[in-house]
């Protein structure tokens, strides 16, 4: 009698957050789901930009300059979506340097490709279609939600950076106490929503603002996003709110 055939354990995936049904039926579909979205909101996405003044745009360089970004670096954009993170990106590196973007969405790179003049690829966070060891930095902006496997998607940015290159994210937040998680709610669930269609008149561009604020407050909690990146291998993971009930930043370092 033949021994059963067997198959190495792998780890386990570790999704973001739970299966959202109200959009999609399950989390196979989830991917076609975000990219479709994606696809068809992308004239409108910088809409709550504008809302707020564009104050975002100015708060990414700054941090970037303050995680250590400087001149004459490579830098891989993840899910660069309009560029907003790219641009700061490339204004710190100067014309030694260089940023790279990369998108699933071919519709965000041609918003992309208006403000942003470096290289542009097709691709997913779990699979970047990079060199090892080719940037000093990675960065995404308020796209994590949006990977299938964060353990993955680190994995893939520990790869492509240099020993010693950092990786800088920044991400929704959701406060801890009661009353926060009511007043960012109503903002992100009812206000933002509203105004987005107010200002677009597009029920697609509002759905993606409804969905935003699901991912955001369904997402695994900081503790679990740090030892997803520990698990890829970087060091001292940290992370701080920026702004309670809107951004938190996460850095961590592979080892140099």
């Not at 000093?136 to 939600?145: C, E, K, P, S």
């Not at 800088?168 to 937040?173: A, F, N, S, T, V």
């Not at 987005?196 to 993606?208: G, Q, V």
């Not at 001292?236 to 592979?254: S, W």
Request: hydrophobic residues 40%.
């Amino acid at each position: 009698m033949a021994a059963p055939e067997t198959t190495p354990p792998t780890e386990p995936k570790a999704p973001p957050h739970p299966t959202l049904s109200a959009y999609y039926a399950a989390d196979p579909e989830r991917s076609r789901y975000v990219l479709d979205l994606f696809n068809e909101t992308a004239p409108h996405y910088n809409t709550v930009e504008k809302i707020f003044g564009n104050g975002g745009l100015l708060y990414r360089r700054l941090s970037l300059r303050w995680a250590g970004l400087k001149p004459g670096m490579r830098v891989l954009d993840v899910a660069i979506g309009t560029a907003a993170v790219a641009q700061g990106a490339a204004r710190l590196v100067g014309p030694s340097g260089r940023v790279f973007g990369v998108d699933p969405s071919m519709s965000m790179m041609r918003e992309a490709r208006k403000v942003f003049g470096g290289p542009l690829t097709r691709g997913v966070a779990q699979t970047l279609p990079f060199r090892t060891g080719e940037f000093d930095f990675v960065t995404m902006g308020i796209a994590l939600r949006h990977v299938s496997d964060l353990v993955r998607a680190f994995s893939e940015y520990h790869r492509v950076l240099k020993p010693g290159g950092k990786v800088w994210i920044l991400e929704g937040h959701v406060p801890k106490s009661a009353l926060g998680h009511r007043l960012t709610r109503f903002a992100w669930k009812t206000l933002i929503p509203g105004l987005t269609l107010a200002f677009t008149r597009d029920r697609r561009a509002k759905e993606l603002m409804d969905y935003y604020w699901d991912t955001v407050e369904q997402c695994v909690p900081p503790e679990g996003i740090l030892d997803a990146m520990r698990k890829a291998g970087f060091e001292r993971p940290r992370f701080q709110v920026i702004l309670p009930g809107a951004i938190c930043e996460y850095t961590a370092t592979k080892t140099g």
